[in-house]
């Protein structure tokens, strides 16, 4: 099994920033692409961004130029950075990680979510 741990969210104003983070752990042979997804009240769950094993990213165009994901491999963790976030932003952001186990089982795991509320 894998656990997904999120960590970072909370209450920021409009303009400022924050940083989520995604610790993966448990039997992992390898991790494909994380990212984070969100889902605001009332609405469905909507891709943020994603980033390959090979750095290669994707963005909704909401968040393009304000927010920023990366990883660390070495740590299993993926970073989701945001900047000048805007009261729109506010929702419940899940990690999501394509990994592959040392049996050579492949699915997808999600994290628990969590909050950020952008307010003043």
């Known amino acids: 099994q894998v656990q997904l741990v999120e960590s970072g969210g909370g209450l920021v104003q409009p303009g400022g920033s924050l940083r989520l983070s995604c610790a993966a752990s448990g039997s992992i042979f390898a991790i494909y692409t994380m990212g984070w997804y969100r889902q605001a009240p009332g609405k469905q769950r909507e891709l943020v961004a994603l980033i390959t094993n090979y750095n290669s990213t994707n963005y909704a165009d909401s968040v393009t130029g304000r927010f920023t994901i990366s990883r660390d491999n070495a740590k299993n963790t993926v970073y989701l950075q945001m900047n000048s976030p805007k009261p729109e932003d506010t929702a419940v952001y899940y990690c999501?990680?394509?990994?592959?186990?040392?049996?050579?089982?492949?699915?997808?795991?999600w994290g628990q979510g969590t909050q950020v509320t952008v307010s003043s």
């Open positions: 999501y990680a394509d990994v592959r186990d040392p049996r050579m089982s492949r699915r997808d795991y």
